[in-house]
């Protein structure tokens, strides 16, 4: 026999500033990762020509290369935030219905309206001789860009749905304080499991159904979710430890001790080493050291020094996720309005970011005014 109803009754929480906030700031780093991406030595990103290697693209390597330990993760996490109180409001079922709206129809407009703009450098870089029509090319490939981050909390949203659907209590939202060695564990689950992981799917695994550019972060992003749920029953980000910044600071000093001691040898390896290889145990656990600490000082520096709010500073969080929606494509036609600069990749990067961040928000600004796109995003 149910005991516990779909729907419970409870107020919508209170607005923490500092975390709308961090979703800018978040939201500007996927940008400038993006902006990065062309100008760098790594190939993550449609171009319009490939560029030279270069020394001078290392600051743009190494920023890809940090960013990707920590920010898409810290997204999940702050999405997991939002999912138990909006599931308990309306229901599994209503809940359901609602995150397929707002997340599908934003997936599927990114499909049909902005990837054929994300793909183009890729059409007209294939050899012209074999290159087939760009219907073609369009319907035969799949490369859903940043997309990938909508399918995948929907996935994980609806998979919320379900387990609250079945479960027979209801778990209450309740003050417990976030202890010091529960963050030490949640570090070590994450990368044991991350190791593991990556015996079966090692570093720079493409994952070609969902688009997936990293496979190999799987773990870490389904493991901050989850995070992300608890931390909202348990109100850790409205009552964080006053010294949960400097704990994180610790995580970061300690995470290049196992980076030091082989971890970096997992870096590239291109099946250099074995899969099992302790190395990749060492990287996993920098990793995993490395951004819960880098999570930890955002969210303890934000709540400290950013927490107020403005008019302008709730007109870009409003808009934060609607500009994740469309600056791949703005990026694509900044990266193309430039390419005849004749400047080295670090300048060219900030005057890309400053392009595509601006234009980015301001198509944003301007879709969100149609009642339809304001319904949905």
């Known amino acids: 026999m149910r005991t516990q109803p779909d729907v419970v009754r409870t107020s919508r929480p209170a607005r923490i500033f500092y975390i709308d906030n961090l979703r800018i700031f978040l939201t500007f780093l996927v940008v400038a990762h993006h902006s990065a991406a062309p100008y760098s030595n790594l190939d993550l990103w449609p171009n319009w020509q490939q560029p030279a290697s270069s020394t001078a693209a290392l600051p743009?390597?190494?920023?890809?290369?940090?960013?990707?330990?920590?920010?898409?993760?810290?997204?999940?996490?702050?999405?997991?935030?939002?999912?138990?109180?909006?599931?308990?409001?309306?229901?599994?079922g209503k809940f359901a219905v609602e995150r397929l709206k707002r997340l599908g129809i934003p997936f599927l407009g990114f499909i049909v309206l902005l990837r054929p703009f994300f793909i183009l450098p890729t059409y007209l870089d294939l050899p012209a001789a074999t290159r087939p029509s760009f219907a073609v090319y369009y319907f035969t490939s799949w490369e859903v860009g940043p997309a990938w981050f909508l399918e995948m909390l929907l996935i994980f949203?609806?998979?919320?749905?379900?387990?609250?659907?079945?479960?027979?209590?209801?778990?209450?939202?309740?003050?417990?304080?976030?202890?010091?060695?529960?963050?030490?564990?949640?570090?070590?689950?994450?990368?044991?499991?991350?190791?593991?992981?990556?015996?079966?799917?090692?570093?720079?695994?493409?994952?070609?159904?969902?688009?997936?550019?990293?496979?190999?972060?799987?773990?870490?992003?389904?493991?901050?979710?989850?995070?992300?749920?608890?931390?909202?029953?348990?109100?850790?980000?409205?009552?964080?430890?006053?010294?949960?910044g400097w704990f994180g600071v610790l995580f970061v000093v300690v995470s290049f001790v196992p980076m030091a001691l082989g971890g970096y040898r997992g870096f590239g390896s291109s099946g250099a080493l074995a899969s099992h290889d302790l190395a990749h145990l060492a990287l996993a656990l920098w990793e995993s050291l490395f951004a819960v600490g880098v999570i930890l000082v955002l969210l303890r520096v934000f709540e400290r020094f950013v927490a107020g709010t403005s008019r302008f500073s709730r007109y870009l969080a409003d808009n934060a996720f609607t500009v994740y929606l469309v600056h791949a494509p703005v990026i694509v036609g900044a990266v193309a309005v430039l390419q005849s600069l004749d400047a080295a990749p670090v300048p060219t990067f900030l005057l890309t970011l400053v392009l595509a961040a601006a234009g980015s928000w301001a198509i944003s600004g301007a879709l969100r005014r149609m009642p339809a796109v304001r319904a949905v995003v």
């Open 157 to 244: 949203s609806l998979a919320y749905a379900l387990s609250r659907h079945l479960r027979t209590t209801a778990e209450p939202v309740r003050s417990r304080p976030l202890r010091r060695r529960d963050l030490l564990a949640f570090v070590l689950v994450l990368a044991v499991v991350t190791y593991a992981w990556r015996i079966f799917v090692p570093l720079s695994t493409y994952e070609p159904v969902l688009g997936l550019p990293d496979a190999a972060y799987m773990p870490q992003y389904v493991l901050l979710f989850a995070a992300g749920v608890a931390a909202y029953r348990r109100r850790w980000f409205a009552t964080l430890p006053r010294r949960s």
């Open 60 to 92: 743009l390597d190494l920023l890809l290369l940090v960013n990707q330990t920590f920010f898409m993760g810290f997204f999940f996490l702050l999405s997991g935030y939002f999912v138990p109180g909006a599931a308990d409001r309306k229901g599994p």
